[in-house]
């Protein structure tokens, strides 16, 4: 981003256009990288002065200083002085005031009498005196993360943030909406999408926007920018209050772009609440995955969307999914916002139909009741959301999903390999393990998670003897296929006998 003094902009038309730089400006540009280039270790004030010159070689003095505004971030300034300045001018001070400076002479004793008391040269002291300010201080490094080339893109990408500012409203559409409804979230900003004839449409503004006009949130919409322009194919519409006057700005992807640098780390989540839930819920062994921003859902007549913080996809050991399509639950945190912001996202929930979706509400809000009201579950929380909640409502699901994938199930199931787990039927049949617990297997004997057929288990008997080790007889099972060396072991009337860390011998019961 560029200071507001830095902004070019044209209003022709009425409009708000911003004057990006092309292929033509690539030689000033690079004139303004040299420059800095050629002046590390020479003081602020000749750097200035050659920028100044270039100024007024050029047709846009403000082009310069806004080449020069970028390169400064990529340069470093050192005070280098012999003593430490403010306490030469407080030695020199003090001298003068003895003296009482009032010529050049009395000036050159008053300097020397400082050097004398500071045990340095006159020419340390004068050196010193002002190194602290700005124009003498020393241009000690500059490292530019771009080419010249580079430097035109994030130009152009500065200009538009700051042409931002002073917008009120912004409509984006792009192809990738959820990655720009993420970064949103975590800029604190308000949202509502939107489906047009031209696809679906991101409307931005800040809280203050439901009760009055404020362009507070510029630099939230800035800092949004650098996001949209590293989608592809998209489109910005701004309404930009002019010193009064409301103005469109317009920007696509031909306009503005993101050079090759890696900016600034973003955090991963909205807010601390969100986090914090994903961090605790995923340290759980569940049968559901956590998914972060999942699709966007319908509301209404199709026109609008909205996209839940999280969802919950039902994924059981033993099944990738329940059912053919398998079975999801969306999650929205509704935390602390204004009461017209609250009424908003609640007239979304009642237009959200023919899903399963969650609000963990925060209990400041007082609107536990009204999400109820829209058949949608309320998990009141304060602070922070409690998994347990959470997890009690995926449990009343799970129970559902599991009674309901058991009844599709014939009572009476018949595999055809002589030894298979019971995590690979589920896996064949598409349901979760769970579903199995209710049913017979008339041609197979369950043995703790797996089904052999009693044949196949006397063969196995045949194999084991006692006094053989554990490790021995696992070898064996696992040979045909089996890894719960205990069960079998039981069901063939042995046991293991542990023998300190050596490890376990065969033992008939």
């Not at 505004?69 to 005031?97: D, I, M, N, S, Y």
């Not at 690979?424 to 598409?430: M, T």
Request: aromatic share 8%; with cysteine.
């Amino acid at each position: 981003m560029l200071t507001k003094d830095l902004l070019r902009v044209s209003r022709a038309g009425g409009g708000y256009h911003p004057q990006f730089v092309d292929g033509e400006d690539r030689p000033l540009a690079a004139r303004v990288v040299d420059t800095y280039g050629t002046h590390v270790g020479e003081r602020r004030g000749a750097l200035e002065d050659a920028l100044s010159e270039l100024e007024r070689d050029a047709d846009e003095f403000k082009l310069v200083r806004g080449f020069a505004a970028l390169c400064e971030r990529e340069a470093t300034f050192e005070t280098q002085a012999a003593v430490p300045p403010e306490r030469v001018r407080r030695v020199a001070f003090e001298a003068a005031e003895s003296v009482g400076v009032a010529s050049d002479d009395e000036r050159t004793e008053a300097l020397a009498t400082a050097a004398d008391r500071l045990g340095v040269d006159v020419a340390d002291v004068e050196q010193s005196l002002y190194a602290d300010r700005d124009v003498n201080q020393i241009l000690v490094e500059f490292d530019p993360r771009w080419t010249s080339e580079e430097l035109l893109v994030q130009y152009n990408l500065s200009l538009a943030q700051t042409a931002l500012f002073d917008a009120i409203e912004v409509r984006i559409r792009s192809a990738d909406p959820k990655m720009l409804v993420s970064a949103v979230k975590r800029l604190r900003l308000m949202y509502e999408v939107r489906q047009t004839p031209e696809g679906r449409e991101l409307v931005v503004t800040g809280p203050d926007a439901l009760f009055r006009r404020t362009r507070r949130y510029g630099t939230g919409f800035a800092r949004l920018l650098r996001t949209v322009a590293k989608t592809d194919d998209w489109r910005l519409t701004a309404t930009v209050d002019d010193r009064g006057t409301d103005r469109e700005l317009v920007l696509t992807d031909a306009d503005v772009s993101v050079p090759g640098v890696d900016p600034v780390a973003e955090p991963a989540f909205d807010s601390g609440v969100e986090a914090d839930f994903a961090a605790r819920f995923r340290s759980l062994d569940l049968d559901w995955e956590l998914v972060r921003e999942p699709e966007p859902l319908a509301v209404d007549d199709g026109t609008r969307v909205m996209i839940p913080d999280f969802a919950f996809d039902y994924a059981p050991a033993g099944a990738a999914t329940v059912g053919d399509d398998g079975f999801r639950v969306y999650f929205e945190i509704m935390g602390f916002w204004t009461p017209d912001y609250v009424e908003k996202k609640l007239g979304q929930l009642s237009g959200v139909e023919d899903v399963d979706l969650l609000v963990a509400v925060d209990e400041s809000l007082a609107v536990s009741d009204e999400v109820a009201a829209r058949d949608h579950r309320a998990i009141p929380y304060t602070g922070s959301v409690r998994v347990k909640d959470v997890v009690d409502v995926l449990r009343e699901y799970e129970t559902e999903l599991v009674a309901d994938a058991a009844g599709s199930l014939p009572d009476a199931l018949e595999p055809d390999a002589d030894v298979v787990t019971l995590a690979d039927l589920a896996a064949e049949f598409g349901v979760s393990v769970d579903a199995l617990e209710t049913k017979s297997f008339p041609e197979h004997r369950r043995v703790g998670r797996t089904l052999v057929r009693p044949p196949m288990l006397a063969e196995l008997g045949d194999t084991v003897e006692p006094g053989m080790s554990l490790d021995e007889a696992e070898a064996v099972f696992e040979a045909y296929g089996i890894d719960d060396a205990s069960a079998v072991l039981s069901a063939l009337g042995y046991r293991v006998a542990w023998e300190g860390l050596s490890g376990g011998t065969v033992r008939e019961k």
